[in-house]
Every structure is written in structure tokens, then in C-alpha cells.
């Protein structure tokens, strides 16, 4: 039990800054911070930090508080955990008593299982270094690898003796459960119930979270004994606190190196990383031999949007490589490959090198994917008609996996340059594969997993039954629709999710305000609404969209849409909607909240204008009708009157002037 005074104690010290920082890349905003949510798939920044009050918090899904709390829902632990964390971190002692066999049953089967990867990593580091076998074997293997003590014991790689059960037997004499040595995998039982060691004559590695904690181990067999061995590397089983496919190596030794380059390199294996890092190189991770996956790359995205993928030679990893190149960019990252010379990978590589070459070799070879791809695919197809076809049709591919409407633009004119081929057949063929990509995923929502890629198009909100759109096909704008109705479509298709304000909730407080929302709020306080049946799905699904998917993005949830007749709508809509740094001289290609809010206002007035000269029209028709009575000509005069002070109003906004 940890006593009051020390609880204060660490609340006191603890940064919500320091805290949230280890595991996000932070960038100064305003008088606080902000970083990509650790909480769900943020794919722009809308985690806050408030060094201020010391709390941090989500826009988005909602998460976030104080340090402490922050801890508990990152780390998945307990509150005392979290302040032992803290007490670390802050360099506070804390004194505990000893568990007792009682209180030690009592804890979580979590708390169990890292406690004794804890115990056992100190066990298989006492191995190598306490030991005589382990010094003339474990750590001669390390050594005879190239590798420097240092960095061996940065990494804390281990040692497991060959006797089948020594790591088993001293667990339970230390008085570790059988249950957890199965569950973390360190010991493996028989049919007849006895135990034996996983890891027994390996050297171990290993896996820790991005926090720290030891998650799992890998163990490779040494070279001398690799002959008759089906397995060189043998890892940890899935657990409670293990998962393979949310776990890069190295991550928790590279993440501060990873956020001051502003890049990772990802390696496949544990000895690569430690041979970069003794090249200098130290962010840097490895997926471990598995294929990578959609939780790897948003773990390592807090950190950074820019990948240099490091593959050798070998051809078949290389074909392996087209997958992650894809998943890659459709998490939109920026990806940059690299091709080490003559088939070598990173740790044979380094071995051929002094620092100076290694580190130069990685700055200047690095390609990106189109050139990667191209360069590596007409050399199989070597004038070919039908295989260049195909090379143009997986790149295509490739490009439909960037969510970014810009980046995928400036990608399918490097194709068209590349392949030689008009840049319109690739930007169709790009069109064509993210309406295929968004028909898969309506197909099967719910059924994609780390070995299926994710489509690049984000899943539709729920429609709430009033607003749904009528059965397909979807109506497409009339001909006859107002152009000032089809602008604020435009703007909606184009700004409909981004900020522009912000808005009072019922309680008081206050939240950002979308174009969208500010379009509907504006309409419905003066009682108008979209004519355009299509524009009014647009507008509906918008709305839905802010609410359910987190950084929403309407431009690629209408353009990607699984009805046609609305995908080519949007399109359409976006395409001729006027860039908002053209009439505001904005020089970036992202319009500010302000430019947003002036060009949203504007087009609602002149939609309103419109809106109120056809009603004044058709008030001086009625007018003129002789069968009136006095009164009902006053009253028509009236509105009349009120209608062109209203227009006058509009016209100041729209910057027109009106006569009369």
C-alpha cells in the first residue's frame, strides 16, 4: 500500500507534458501542445496538452485527464501501477512491504504476467553475465556477432541455459505460478503436465512496450547449434499483455531518437536494429519477422508520418514488400524505401561499413514508392506490353491507398511521367480503384484483420432513418438547381469537416464548429433548407460523419462513396469548388479557421440573396394582381419592404450592391 504523503507527493512532481510525451510526439500550439491521439485512429492531430492544467484531452473520441488517469487508459494498469510508473519517472521512493502468498493471488492475471517477464528478464541477464556458461557462450555469441557490450545491454538481451527446466525451477522456488510460466509462454507443459523451458540454450531478446515494460521474449538459437533445428527464432505466444501485431522491437530504445528525427527506419530483425544503433543510427524498429501490420504503423505514427522501409535483396522480400508499402500509405505516412547493395540486410550490411558510410548510405538512397516500384517492375516487364499494363496498374493501386487528395495528385503525375503514360488514364484508373476499394469494404465491414489491408476510404456513418438517402440510385443535381445552392454543396464536399469556429454546447462549454455544422445551424435558424435532394444527402451524411468518424474527411467520404451517382456528384462538386488560397491569397494549400469562416458566410449570404430576390419577384406578381384587397396589398407591401431590407443586409456580406 502506497501511503498518502507519497501519493502527493508524485502527483505533485508528475508533468502531464512528460508523461504523454513518451508516448506521443508533441508539437507546440498555442500556450499548450498537440499530437495524434493515442486513443483510436487519429489520422490529424486532436490530442491537446494543457501543461496549464496539467491535463490532456481528446477532441475527438474524448479520452484523456490528468497523469495519472492518462497512464491507466494508455498502459491498460492499475491506479497503484500507474503511481509506481510516476515514482520512477520523478525519482520518488516508494517503500513496500513484501507480499504475502495471499496478496500475491490476489492480484490481476496482468500484473502477474508482467511481474514475472520482469523477473525473468533479470534472470536470463544474470544468466550471461554470472555465469560461466553464459559468458563463454551467451555473451561470446553477441560478441562474436560484432556487437559492442553497450549496446548489448541497452537492448538487455539475455541468456537461457540448456538444461530443459532451470528457468521453470527457479520461477517456482521464486514463487511464480505454473498457470502464468504457461501463459507468458517462458515454460511449456506436456500432456503429462510436466514443464520445460521455451528459451532453453538461446540467447533472448527482449520485447518491451513503448512504455517499458517486457511484454515478451524471442530466443535464437546460437550458431553453433542451428543444424537440425526447425526453429532459429522461437517467440512468445499470444498473451494477455503480448500482442505480436501491436508490438515493434525497438521502439521503446528509439521513440525519443525517432520524434528528434522526424523519421523511422523499419528493419525486419532484432539484430538489425541493434546494428543500426551501433552504426548511430537509433530510430529505428523491426516487426519482427511478422508482416506488418495497421496497429504497428499507428504505434510508430505517434512519433512520425515519415518511414524509410529498409529491404536486402532478396527477391522474395521484396515482393512481400508491395503489402506494406500499401498499408503504409493508406495510414498516410510518407514512405520513403531503401535497398541495401548485393542483397545484404541491415546487420550484414554494417559490418562493411565504418559509421560515416552506413549513416551516408541511408540519407542518399533513399526512393520513393513509384520510384521504387517502377524502377524494380520494368525490369521484369522489359518492353512488354501487357506486363507494363500491369506495372501501371500496381502502382495505381498503390497511389488509391493515399487518403491525401494533394499527395495523390502530385503521385499521379510522377506515375504518368514515370511510365510515360497521359496523366488522365492514371488519375481514372486511381478514381476507378478507390471506388473498387470502398465497394470491398462495404462488402465486408467488420471482417478485415491485420493480413487484410484496410481500404483507404473511410466507412460510412450511420444515417439516422430520416435522413437516409433514398433508394439507389441516388438523385444527382437537377439541372435547374440554384448556383448558389450548388456552392454550398461544394463548400460542404470540399470544407465540410474542417473547423471554422467555434460553438456553444447546451452546458455552456465550448467546442469547435465544423463548415458543415455552421452551414446547418446558420440554414435552420432562418428555417431554409437544400432543395437539391442530393445536396441535402450531402449535407445529412456530412453531419452524421462529424459526429461518428473522428477527423472526418467529406472530400474523400463523398468522392469514395458507394453510391455512384453521389461519388460522381462529389467530384463534380469538388473539383469545381474555387481553392479558398485564390480568393484569400492564402499561401499554404490548407485554408485557415478565419478564411473558412468568411468564404462559408459569404456563400450562405448569397444563397439567402438568391433565395429572397425570387421571393421579392414573385411578391411584385401578386402585387400587381387587381383582385386584392387594400389590406392584403398593405401586407404584401409589408413583406415586401421587410424582404429588400433583408436583401440590403445579404448584399453588404456578399459585397454587392443592390439599388432600391
Known sequence: MIDRA??????????????????????????????LCPFHDDRSPSFTVSPARNTCRCWACGEGGGPVSFLMKHEQISYPEALRWLAKRYGIPIVEKELTPEERAQETERDSLFALNEWALDWFEHQMYDTPDGRAVGLSYFRGRGFRDDVVKTFRAGFA???????????????????????????????????YDRYAGRVIFPIRSVSGKVVGFGGRVLDAATKGVSQKYVNSPESSVYSKKKELYGLFEAKKAISKADLVYMVEGYTDVMSMHQMGVENVVASSGTALTHEQIRLVKRFTTNIAVLFDGDAAGIKASQRGIDMLLADGMNVRLLMLPDGQDPDEFAKKCTQEQYQDYLATHQVDFIEYKTKLLLEEAQGDPIKLSQLAGNIIQSIAAVPNDITRSLYVRQAAQKLGIQEKLISDGVVR???????????SPGLQDASTPEAAPQTAPTVAPETQAPPKPAPSAPTKALPQETAVAALIVKYGGRVCGQMENPDGSVRDMTVAEFIDENLRADDISLKTPAYNIILQETLNGIREIPNFNAEQYFINHADPAIADLAFRLSQDAEPLSKLYGEQSAEPTEQALCERTTQVLATLKMAIV????????????????????????????????????????????????
Not at 498457470?179 to 503436465?193: A, E, M, P
Not at 478507390?434 to 465497394?439: A, F, G, P, S, T
Not at 401586407?635 to 456580406?653: H, T
Request: glycine letters at 8%; hydrophobic letters at 35%.
Open 6 to 35: 507519497t501519493i502527493a507527493k508524485i502527483n505533485e512532481a508528475a508533468q502531464i507534458y512528460d508523461v504523454v510525451s513518451e508516448f506521443v510526439n508533441l508539437k507546440k500550439s498555442g500556450s499548450g501542445w498537440k499530437g
Open 433 to 443: 480503384q478507390i471506388r473498387r476499394n470502398q465497394e470491398t469494404a462495404h462488402r
Open 161 to 195: 541455459p540448456k538444461e530443459r527446466s532451470a528457468l521453470t525451477k527457479a520461477a517456482l522456488k521464486a514463487g511464480y505460478q505454473e498457470d502464468f510460466l504457461v501463459k507468458t509462454g517462458l515454460s511449456v507443459r506436456r500432456d503429462d503436465g510436466t514443464m
Open 613 to 660: 430576390t425570387g421571393e421579392l419577384t414573385a411578391l411584385t406578381r401578386q402585387m400587381g394582381n387587381n383582385r386584392l384587397s387594400p389590406e392584403e396589398n398593405r401586407q404584401l407591401l409589408m413583406q415586401f419592404k421587410q424582404l429588400q431590407e433583408i436583401k440590403k443586409q445579404l448584399s453588404q456580406i456578399c459585397g454587392v450592391r443592390v439599388i432600391g
